[in-house]
């Protein structure tokens, strides 16, 4: 069974910092499209970033870029989501998910494993 347990989510001021962990368990693929992606109320879910674990491919949406950066702890299988400078307009539910696809897209459709998500606020 697969399993992604985000966690660091919280509330932080303009300008501050979060890292953002996601732990995962049961896959058996040795390397994989990993990525962050996030919801905000009344918005469609949208990518952040996304990474292969073997290290392939790295994206970033273009709002996050120079703020945000993903990086893979391969020996305990830990994704993180370093968060800096953040903005109110990056107050959102943040998800971690995973699967294979060509080019590791940053397109919330094509992961096949999802975490539960942590919430990130952001206040001006």
């Known amino acids: 069974q697969v399993q992604l347990v985000e966690s660091g989510g919280g509330s932080v001021q303009d300008g501050g910092s979060l890292r953002l962990s996601c732990a995962v368990s049961?896959?058996?693929?040795?390397?994989?499209?990993m990525g962050w992606f996030r919801q905000a109320p009344g918005k469609e879910r949208e990518g952040v970033a996304i990474?292969?674990?073997?290290?392939?491919?790295?994206t970033y949406a273009d709002s996050v870029k120079g703020r945000f950066t993903i990086s893979q702890d391969n020996a305990d299988n830990t994704n993180y989501l370093q968060m800096n400078s953040l903005k109110p307009e990056d107050t959102a539910m943040y998800y971690c998910?995973?699967?294979?696809?060509?080019?590791?897209?940053?397109?919330?459709?094509?992961?096949?494993?999802w975490g539960q998500g942590t919430q990130v606020t952001v206040s001006s």
């Open positions: 990474m292969h674990t073997g290290g392939a491919y790295t």
């Open positions: 998910a995973l699967g294979n696809w060509a080019y590791c897209l940053l397109n919330p459709k094509l992961p096949t494993y």
């Open positions: 049961g896959y058996t693929s040795r390397s994989y499209c």
